[in-house]
C-alpha cells in the first residue's frame, strides 16, 4: 500500500494538534502521560513535535483522555485550520 504525500493543510494541522498536547501537557513529562495513554514516549515525541501528524484515532482518544481533554475541543482547534483554508481560497 502507498500512502499519498501529506497536504500542507495535513502537516499544519498535525502541528498545531502537537502543540496542543505540549501545551496541556504542562509540567508533567513525557513519560508520564505516554504511560498514562498506553503509547510509547518516542510516539508522544513524534507526535507533538509534528514528526507524527496523522496519529491512529484510538491514540489521539487515548492522549486526550490522559490529559483531559475534550474530542470536540480538540476537533474544534485542529479543525479551525480548515475553516481559515477554506475562507483564503
Known amino acids: 500500500m502507498v500512502r499519498t504525500p501529506l497536504t500542507p493543510w495535513e502537516r499544519e494541522r498535525g502541528e498545531r494538534f502537537g502543540a ?21 514516549a518516542e510516539t508522544l515525541r513524534k507526535i507533538e513535535t509534528g514528526r ?18 475534550s474530542l470536540d475541543d480538540l476537533a474544534a482547534a485542529c479543525g479551525a485550520l480548515a475553516d481559515d483554508e477554506a475562507l483564503s481560497a
Open 20 to 40: 496542543l498536547l505540549r501545551e496541556a501537557r504542562g509540567a508533567r513529562s513525557m513519560v508520564e502521560v505516554a504511560a498514562a495513554a498506553g503509547i510509547s
Open 52 to 69: 507524527a501528524p496523522t496519529p491512529a484515532f484510538f491514540t489521539v482518544t487515548a492522549l486526550a483522555y490522559a490529559l483531559g481533554l
